[in-house]
């Protein structure tokens, strides 16, 4: 029989996981597992990142990207202090991560170099699970844990397994009386609301006569029955930022993403909604949701205690989005009165023609809502699309229009700068035969990514596809998003001039800078051509501002804050709201 170390049985349980591949940075701490993987020739695999956070961030973007678990390794003290940005981010957005760390503890006092308290570093990040390996004969069994943790509570958790343990054999399991064993888990349990919590929201709905449906990343696998449900009720529809490569944005009476980064159609939708269906979404922005008790609200929820966290909720269903929808779909009735439905539409019609308007403004050198519009033309429908946090993600959410099926992701909750590149890369290994597009700013790719453009550069060769373009929005903006400043003439507030596109070029990627306006097209097309990643600088405008729509009823919310009864100022909503014009 041949000697297995525990870094064997590690290896042995990301297969039976199905974890195609693990991110991290390598240090001697770690190195008997790094070297495990490296004996499989690749299944799984071991991906080297520039820096442990940008690793953590891989492991949350594949896990975003693929429904799977991310994995990431790192090691005792400053390695594992870099992960928590990414865990973070999995934690915050409701993923699965397992993060592996490794710890040398051969001092003589039987302490570590560079030695932190894991438990209490990871406590909070990784609070659903934080476990020590400590003999040889438990670890597959601590890691099965471990997987199933994550699995279940879409979060992420952490093992810590010493060095020594790592390089220890594994005993004979026939002759080892007290082995743990344990195996992979079964598929979630399927999940369905109640039968008359079932009753109670259809009623609610089929009696709202203004009706508007907010869609988070949870209604990804429910399009249809949202678009079934929208038509029944004459509804009209807005997402959150998570939720908005869910539904098609062509639809007439889709009013695009809500909150600071959306459009004013969405704001309008929930300043003049009765009702809302709240579906998969724990949307932050909630100075945008419908004013208190103006609504009366059903929210969906695969997790119990995200139910009311944002808005109250009179009618709680706990349950996953598409089979909760069909049930509702037996028991609401349909509206024949489309009054409401065609004020959305026009409503929708004229943000349309403002976002039509503001693409075509004039900037200097280029304005970056045209670049994001040039896109929508192009971007191939079996795209996968990483957006980092900036003022391309405003840019992102109101004038990219994402075709069905293009999976985009981006660190919607936690909003951490830096997560783009490294979500681009675990995107394109999960997928090697298809684009992947990354949308960042400047600012993030001086942060990380002209470091983990080593990485493309190290591992696109493997790929079937080619393809992965990484937009730069170059607009020298050092106090943080732009947003319509004057730029500064203090040179310490503007941020330094990189040739993005000539460093991609050093390091044999291609790369596309333009700064005219009539060539933003013939950019994007020579980029998307391209026989290997390219980085596509746009040297864009920082003085185009922002233009945050205003909350719905914005003058009446300051009310509630000098203690005003909510029936009062629900009064006054009601006798504002005209169903013929949102605005």
């Not at 592996?100 to 570093?121: N, T």
């Not at 922005?285 to 009366?296: I, K, L, N, S, V």
Request: charged share 20%.
């Amino acid at each position: 029989m041949v000697d297995r170390t525990v870094a064997d049985v590690v290896v042995e349980r990301l297969l039976a996981w199905r974890v195609p591949r693990a991110f991290g940075y390598p240090g001697e701490a770690i190195a008997p597992l790094v070297d495990a993987l490296d004996r499989t020739g690749g299944e799984p695999a071991f991906i080297p990142a520039r820096h442990e956070e940008t690793a953590s961030f891989m492991a949350t973007g594949h896990a975003k990207f693929t429904g799977g678990i991310g994995v990431c390794l790192a090691t005792q003290g400053p390695s594992a202090v870099q992960l928590l940005n990414g865990l973070y981010d999995a934690k915050l957005d409701s993923k699965p991560v397992v993060a592996i760390v490794g710890e040398d503890i051969s001092g003589p006092l039987g302490g570590a170099h560079q030695e932190i308290g894991l438990s209490r570093l990871f406590g909070d990040v990784c609070n659903q699970f934080v476990r020590y390996g400590r003999r040889p004969e438990d670890v597959g069994a601590l890691l099965d844990q471990a997987f199933r943790t994550a699995a279940a509570t879409r979060s992420p958790t952490c093992v810590v397994l010493p060095r020594q343990l790592q390089e220890s054999l594994v005993p004979d399991l026939q002759t080892y009386a007290a082995v743990i064993s344990a195996t992979p888990g079964e598929p979630l349990a399927r999940v369905l609301p109640h039968e008359a919590d079932l009753d109670a929201a259809a009623q609610l709905l089929s009696g709202g006569q203004r009706t508007a449906i907010l869609v988070g990343q949870g209604g990804r696998d429910a399009a249809a029955e949202i678009i079934e449900i929208a038509d029944r009720l004459g509804a009209g529809v807005a997402t959150s930022l998570l939720g908005k490569p869910v539904l098609d944005e062509r639809l007439p009476f889709h009013t695009g993403v809500l909150g600071e980064v959306g459009t004013p159609a969405a704001a309008e939708l929930m300043g003049g909604c009765d009702t809302l269906l709240m579906v998969g979404t724990n949307d932050p922005w909630t100075d945008y949701f419908p004013m208190p008790e103006q609504a009366r609200t059903v929210q969906i929820d695969i997790d119990g205690r995200r139910i009311g966290t944002r808005y109250p909720a009179d009618v709680p269903l706990v349950g996953d989005a598409a089979e909760t929808l069909r049930a509702l779909l037996t028991r609401v009735h349909g509206r024949s009165e489309q009054q409401w439905r065609a004020t959305v539409e026009s409503s929708v019609d004229r943000w349309r023609e403002v976002a039509a308007e503001r693409t075509a403004a004039a900037a200097e050198p280029v304005n970056p809502q045209l670049v994001l519009q040039e896109l929508s033309a192009r971007i191939p429908g079996t795209s996968a699309v990483a957006v980092d946090v900036g003022s391309v993600l405003y840019w992102y959410a109101r004038h990219l229009v994402l075709p069905p099926g293009v999976n985009a992701q981006l660190c919607g909750t936690l909003g951490s700068m830096g997560c783009a590149l490294p979500y681009a890369v675990a995107a394109k290994l999960a997928a090697p035969d298809q684009p992947v597009i990354a949308l960042v700013g400047d600012g993030a790719m001086q942060l990380n990514g002209l470091a983990e453009l080593i990485t493309v550069s190290h591992l696109w060769q493997r790929w079937r596809d080619p393809r992965l373009v990484v937009l730069v929005l170059n607009n020298r903006d050092q106090n943080g998003m732009g947003g319509g400043r004057e730029p500064s003439s203090d040179p310490t507030h503007r941020r330094p001039d990189v040739p993005y596109a000539g460093w991609a070029r050093l390091l044999g990627l291609h790369g596309v800078r333009v700064d005219r306006p009539e060539l933003v097209g013939a950019a994007w097309d020579e980029a998307l051509a391209a026989d290997r990643p390219c980085v596509l600088e746009a040297v864009v405008d920082p003085a185009v501002s922002l233009a945050p729509p205003e909350p719905a009823f914005a003058d009446l919310r300051g009310l509630y804050a000098d203690g005003a009864p909510a029936r009062k100022v629900r009064e006054q909503v009601e006798a504002t709201v005209n169903a013929d014009d949102l605005v």
